[in-house]
């Protein structure tokens, strides 16, 4: 119900209905909704370019102007300009929430892709290379098969692998050098 003195609402103007709402007249607010929801609604489609998302952000618009009525200041500009101000930052927030959810979602689905590469075959390749290898190892005198097993399974350095056979360093590492050239030319490696 209008309070005494207040315009008729078919003439008030959507600064005076807004102030109207402010001041707790419950009455005013269809009349402000009706002046206030196209030009709302106009600038979030446009902002959006979707007429889903921009009702939303009207009905939005429109609750938090019901239910902040009263911070409007009509010294700082219109009504009008308040609403579609909002509605402006509402919609630009709801395409940030939009892409930003867009880009979750991709993210999850390119974590659930197949890996590049089968494992089962990458493992089949990685067993018939060491066996390639063991075989190979066969290949080398006692003592060369030796420092190189130290020296490339156990992870000795040089002169660890010298104090380990009781060796001269120079002897090991001729040993491993000439162990390596046996293994390369074995496995088919390039030098």
């Known amino acids: 119900m209008p309070s005494p003195g ?7 103007t959507a600064d005076e209905a807004l102030a109207r709402v402010a001041g707790g007249d419950r009455d005013a607010f269809p009349t402000l909704y009706d002046m206030l929801s196209p030009a709302v609604h106009g ?9 889903d998302h921009a009702a939303e952000v009207t009905q ?11 911070r409007w200041d009509a010294r700082r500009g219109s009504a009008r300009a308040w609403a579609t101000t909002m509605a402006h ?12 959810q867009r880009t979750r979602d991709q993210a999850v689905l390119d974590g659930d892709r197949p890996r ?3 494992v089962v075959a ?4 990685s067993n018939l290379e060491a ?5 190979c190892l066969g290949g080398l005198t006692d003592t060369q098969r030796e420092a190189v097993v130290l020296a490339y399974y156990d992870g000795r350095t040089y002169r660890e692998v010298a104090e380990s056979l009781e060796a001269p360093l120079p002897t090991v590492k001729s ?6 050239t046996r293994l390369r030319d074995c496995l088919g490696v390039a030098a």
């Open 6 to 12: 207040s315009p008729p609402a078919a003439h008030a």
């Open 43 to 51: 600038t979030a489609l446009a902002v959006l370019r979707d007429p």
């Open 60 to 70: 939005e618009v429109m609750v938090e102007i019901w239910r902040t009525a009263s």
């Open 89 to 100: 930052r509402r919609a630009v927030d709801r395409v940030r929430s939009v892409q930003a």
């Open 116 to 118: 590049a590469f089968d």
């Open 122 to 125: 990458e493992q089949a390749e």
């Open 131 to 135: 066996e390639r290898v063991r075989h």
């Open 175 to 180: 040993r491993i050098r000439d162990g390596l």
